[in-house]
């Protein structure tokens, strides 16, 4: 690999998950609605939509630890792509057009159930590419990538979709089947050096067993650290509507326009992101995103002005950013290249966990506690993660990322 980062190569890469955000974008914002057209029951509707976080849970492990073990001479990670992706792309795209609810169910189970298998040897494709040392710069420029396709979607897309229902799953489709071309095109798998005697101990679960019971518990506790900052945010994107609305009589309209913001600053500020951590560390930069996220939260439940929140909004995009982009390039630093899918594996096993048990958890929080204690324990979740990052310490940061 070259010492200096090769932009082309990750703007290419980026592609990839400018598709697979157009995809989730979509298919959040529509498929309830497809689901909605066959069935009144909300339980079914939300069950259905919660198999993408399940199959992330289970799927994406395996082919990450899968991927790790695969030996093509094309390489590790790009025959998942090659297959799955248009695969994916061709069941997506026939989701719209599904008028049954059974149709419309098996073709969601496939296309969940496909998806999974390349989405982790992607994400691990760019530290195969890219030096360690560049690699937070390299995640900031596919972030942003993956902001800009969701823009797309809600820009385009939602343009699309009034002309006719498909466009936009087509529109996804088709990109689907085009970029797994780019990539093989422009982008060469380093070839890496295997120790064979060592190839069946990579799988998730023994993986998962070594960060638990390691005495180097730096990449327990970043993974632990990643798992309290998404069950936080995921918390207050979840509820945020909802709580403005109960809480401060707010519209739903007008506070899902303040999300807006947050989203539209982390998509802005994920090249500074991965810059600032090349020149101060993944480490340190991730624990000013938690610990900055924590205060806001606490300042969010204190407040009774919704401008106040509004003006707010978009420095909590900020600080998740400083964080989220360096999260799974700091995870990958303690491996290594043999085992980096596994390690991805490892990133999304912990961040699908978070989004599982959010909604339900923080559900009960509310109902139980209160509404503004959404913010309070949101906050706590963000502290706890900027605790587990400072208990690393700088001998595992100066050595490993």
Known sequence: ?????NYLKIFNLGLGFMVISMIWAAYNAYMPIFLGNFTKSNTLIGFVMSW??????????????????????????????????????????LLPLQTKLLSLLVIDLLFNIVVATYRTPMVALMPDIVEEEHRSKANGVINFMGGLGSLII?????????INKAYPFFLSGILSLIIPIVLFLTIKEPKIVFNEEKKEKQSILKALATVVKDQNKAPFYTLLSI????????????FFTRYCKI???IDESVSSFAMGFYALAFLVFALPAGFIATKIGKRKTMMIGAFGQGILFLIFMIVRDFRTIQIL???????NALFTINSYPLVVSYTSAEKIGTYTGLYYFFSSLAAIVT??????????IGFNKLFLAASICLF???AFLWIIGEKYENTMS
């Open 1 to 5: 690999m070259s010492s200096r980062l």
């Open 52 to 93: 993408d976080n399940i199959a992330n849970l289970f799927i994406l492990p395996f082919f990450g630890a899968l991927s790790d073990n695969t030996r093509t001479r094309i390489g590790r990670r790009m025959p998942y792509i090659l297959v799955s992706m248009p695969l994916a792309g061709v069941l997506y795209a």
């Open 154 to 162: 809600f820009f385009i897309g939602s343009q699309l979709y009034k």
């Open 227 to 238: 798992f309290m900052t998404i069950a936080g945010c995921a918390a207050v994107e979840t």
């Open 247 to 249: 809480a401060l009589g």
């Open 313 to 319: 909004m978009p420095f909590a995009g900020m600080f």
């Open 359 to 368: 909604p339900s958890s923080f559900g009960a929080i509310m109902d139980f």
């Open 384 to 386: 706890i993660s900027f």
